[in-house]
């Protein structure tokens, strides 16, 4: 405890080792050597120094603030505690913990301060809040790409909407009129006209059909795929199997008109895939040749399978691709600017596409206007 001995009393601050400044006034009276080693200030040298001195100006103003209106931060009364900031010998910023009291002995001018080292605390809080705030905005930022990607998903599926019901519209009116008039003539005339002439009409709807129903299906097919609602369904089959399947299939579709070779150069048969991608792979393939080929040219289907992988090719003598559509052809419902006379979605190329990406493989082009176009699919099965 201080006496009205004076300063000589002091000594006993010097013996603990807790910072202990002294105040006359707004001057340093006295300061022990914890306080002193603190601030890294010589011994004795911190005397003399005014609370101007000491403190940061936005702190000497606080302080100031809380001396005029004596608020009663501590335990005992006429306490005053703040955290802020005291300038060391060099002129540094050091985070104290200042709590000053009056003069037990009660002297009015003297002021007591014990002043506690807050450094390392207040690193550990602007770690937090740097982390925090860190944090924060990269949460932010994930918002944002998230609100952005799901706008963009939105975009697209309106887009898809919008190509979907172009397709429809215009794609649809040819079989759905060709069904409507051979419905009407067979419900009219259906006594009159003779048996051939029945089978015929008879044929052209179910053919008008088939054909809608495989324009359903690649729809269907791109829309669970855009969705990610379509997953691949591995299983064990013959794959020289079905390529002569599906070969004959289109050969007896198309009658005598197109000349379709079909090779197979191999190891083995047996693979391990999606049985119905790889078969609708292969007839959009073959069925894109057909479409754009002049009758009585050749279209060449190669199949090699070695031990890790497949190779299928498929050639035609066609019109071929444009070179300013090679980037695009994949790309749903996009038709070639050479392709306006001949029907079709646009959906063909785009489904291969998928199916080849789900394999894991590759796909090639090369083409040359008016002379034809070769694809090659590279599938690791």
Not at 133 to 140: F, N, P, Q
Not at 252 to 266: A, E, F, K, L, R
Not at 321 to 349: C, K, M, S, V, Y
Request: charged fraction near 20%; proline fraction near 3%.
């Amino acid at each position: 405890m201080i006496t009205s001995n004076g300063v000589s009393n002091y000594a006993l601050f010097d013996s603990t080792t807790a910072n202990i400044i002294v105040f006359r006034g707004h001057d340093v009276h006295f300061a022990n050597c914890a306080a002193h080693r603190l601030l890294g200030f010589q011994s004795g040298t911190m005397a003399g120094q005014t609370l101007a001195d000491l403190l940061l100006p936005e702190d000497y103003i606080r302080l100031r603030q809380a001396f005029a209106h004596n608020n009663d931060q501590c335990d005992a009364p006429g306490c005053i505690a703040l955290e802020l900031q005291l300038r060391d010998a060099a002129g540094q910023p050091v985070w104290v913990d200042f709590s000053v009291a009056p003069d037990p002995l009660g002297d009015s001018d003297r002021w007591i301060a014990t002043v506690l080292d807050a450094r390392a605390r207040k690193q550990t809080e602007m770690q937090l809040a740097d982390t925090s705030a860190r944090e924060h905005a990269e949460a932010v930022v994930l918002e944002r790409e998230r609100l952005a990607l799901t706008l963009e998903s939105q975009r697209e599926m309106t887009a898809i909407k919008e190509r979907i019901m172009k397709v429809i519209s215009h794609e649809f009116r040819t079989p759905l009129a060709i069904i409507l008039t051979s419905s009407q003539l067979l419900e009219r005339y259906f006594v009159r006209l003779g048996e051939t002439q029945r089978d015929h009409y008879f044929a052209q709807i179910h053919a008008q059909i088939d054909h809608l129903t495989e324009m359903l299906d690649e729809i269907g097919l791109i829309v669970r795929g855009e969705l990610g609602q379509f997953g691949t369904q591995m299983r064990h089959f013959n794959l020289d199997e079905l390529c002569v399947q599906v070969v004959k299939r289109l050969y007896t579709s198309i009658g005598v008109d197109y000349n379709i070779i079909y090779n197979y150069t191999g190891s083995r048969t047996d693979v391990t895939a999606d049985h119905h991608m790889i078969q609708r792979m292969l007839t959009n393939l073959i069925d894109n040749a057909i479409k754009y080929s002049a009758v009585r040219t050749v279209i060449q289907v190669d199949l090699w399978v070695d031990v890790d992988s497949v190779v299928f090719q498929v050639i035609d003598e066609g019109m071929g691709i444009p070179p300013e559509d090679h980037q695009r052809i994949f790309d749903p419902f996009f038709r070639g600017t050479n392709t306006d006379a001949i029907g079709g979605t646009g959906l063909g190329l785009s489904i291969v596409k998928d199916c080849v990406d789900r394999h894991n493989g590759t796909i090639e082009v090369d083409s040359t206007l008016g002379s034809g176009t070769t694809f090659t699919v590279r599938l690791p099965i």
